[in-house]
């Protein structure tokens, strides 16, 4: 079940959350997110699951959406799921949210 966020800047919100995964200054940090990869995907330092579970970005015209995904033959636990969905949004309302409009959970 991805998670959307509706904005009409995705690229610009997308660069956000990076910039406060990586600033030093503890005021807006994104806490316990890591960029991985390059920026390709995200995890959480509160994830000890074992099933590789990430965050993979997508964006469109006015939406960016981050879809949890697991290692090839696991299945994401809802306990992962509950964690990934919970920081993720608890994190953009707490740092970014005038930066989208509404989120959609499907």
Known sequence: MPVHF???SPEALLREFNQRIVQEDDWGKADGWL???????????????????????S?????LSFELQANAGKTVPLDV????HTRLVETF???MDVRFDEIRLN
């Open 59 to 63: 964006m469109d015209a006015d939406t």
């Open 6 to 8: 509706l904005t009409s």
């Open 81 to 84: 799921i509950k964690l990934y």
């Open 35 to 57: 960029l991985q990869e390059g920026n390709a995907f995200y995890q959480h330092a509160e994830d000890v699951s074992d099933i590789g579970a990430r965050l993979v970005p």
């Open 93 to 95: 309302l707490r740092w």
